[in-house]
């Protein structure tokens, strides 16, 4: 191992340059006192498909390339990760984390054959997938993860022991989300949902309560896209719903004065295991940004806030709670403001990027 102040980290991968996820685990490295060397085979996040298998032999003279770079540094390199949705790298990676005698570290935030499912694509490269994890998953050193309740859900998913998961909780681009108090609120009370239309993000539970604040002073408001979009907009169509909004994706200045606007953000609902073990990156953005949040009670969330003082939780799959936690809300302003001071606290201490740094120092560097 090098000295602290000459730590060095090699990240393989495709992925946006500013991509959430990968943008947090670049700083929190650099954080902890490491350089990050990059090793971006594409500059795109492509999921797993025709298009990439198509790719994936340019992508190796790429990896080749970069990897021979860094190697010809005479650097020493501490750890090696790889970013999330390429198990199939993970033998490529293992290779060059031996040549560089360093641990291997994958992403495994998101399960790619799980993601697949959900976005309900062919049950066969489904199933290919999920043996393709399978086949992978037990080469890395260590696994990246975000909450206690995935360690738990992915050591006997894919029989990996705990001891190789290491709890790294989606944090938020401080870039773009933090406190906006200077945004006066919107006249309607406006409850506010970003992000992807997956079905374990219980988008119905949300629609179920706009249904029911139908004849109240409350807009619904979405934005973003996904799988399931289309199925909810039909659904409030149908429902004949003008207090909801499908704003589609909008541009992150546009966001912001959104989230700065509105009065409650909310998370997911459903009952999906993966929903449960999940915080989600809507939580942790909006508390980034001083928002009150509501959002399913899961141990997961349980884990990092409390009910009535940094977050607002309610049953999973249950519209009539929600329903209920909003006109609780709207009546009480001095709890909005409780939520709001409460999950930025939570936000500061647990999940910034000095807070991920920590996380990473303390459980990679300290040996």
């Known amino acids: 191992m090098t000295t602290e102040s000459d730590r060095n980290v090699v990240l393989l991968g495709d992925y946006d340059y500013d991509y959430p996820r990968e943008k947090l685990i670049r700083q929190g490295f650099e954080s902890a006192g ?8 594409s500059d795109t996040s492509r999921f797993i498909g025709f298009t990439k298998i198509l790719l994936l032999p340019l992508f190796l003279v ?5 990897m021979s770079e860094i190697k010809n540094t005479g650097t020493d390199i501490d750890a090696l990760v790889l970013t999330k949705f390429n198990p199939i790298l993970i033998p490529v990676a293992v290779y060059y984390a031996r040549q ?3 641990p291997l570290i994958y992403d495994l935030f998101v399960s790619l054959y799980r993601t697949a499912e959900m976005r309900d694509i062919h049950p066969a490269i489904v199933k290919a997938l999920s043996i393709l994890e399978r086949c992978t998953l037990r080469l890395p050193d260590y696994h990246l993860v975000g909450t206690d309740q995935f360690i738990d859900l992915y050591s006997e998913m894919y029989g990996i022991p705990e001891e190789r998961f290491i709890r790294l909780p989606p944090g938020a681009d401080s870039d773009w989300f933090f406190p906006q108090e200077d945004i006066e609120k919107r006249d309607t009370f406006t409850v506010l949902y970003w992000g992807n239309f997956l079905p374990h993000h219980g988008v119905g539970t949300i629609v179920g309560a706009a249904a029911e604040l139908r004849n109240e002073p409350y807009e619904f408001v979405f934005l973003g896209s996904g ?3 289309e199925r909810y907009r039909e659904m409030c169509e149908e429902l004949e719903l003008s207090n909801v909004r499908f704003k589609g994706f909008v541009p992150r200045e546009d966001q912001q004065k959104w989230i700065g606007s509105s009065h409650v953000c909310l998370g997911v609902f ?22 009150a949040v509501v959002t399913a009670q899961s141990p997961a969330i349980d884990a990092w806030f409390e009910h009535g003082e940094s977050i607002y939780t309610v049953p999973p799959k249950d519209p009539v709670a929600l329903a209920t936690a909003i006109r609780t809300l709207d009546a009480d302003r001095e709890l909005i403001t409780q939520l ?10 647990e999940f910034d990027v000095e807070a991920i740094g920590e996380i990473l120092e303390r459980t990679l560097f300290s040996s």
């Not at 490491?34 to 085979?41: G, L, S």
């Open 34 to 41: 490491a350089k990050v060397h990059e090793c971006r085979f």
């Open 62 to 66: 790429r990896i080749i390339r970069r």
């Open 100 to 102: 560089l005698n360093c």
């Open 227 to 229: 799988p399931e979009q």
């Open 270 to 291: 459903d009952d999906d295991p993966r929903t449960l073990a999940s915080i989600t990156n809507k939580v942790t953005e909006a508390v980034a940004s001083k928002k």
């Open 340 to 349: 709001e001071t409460g999950g930025r606290r939570v936000y500061d201490r």
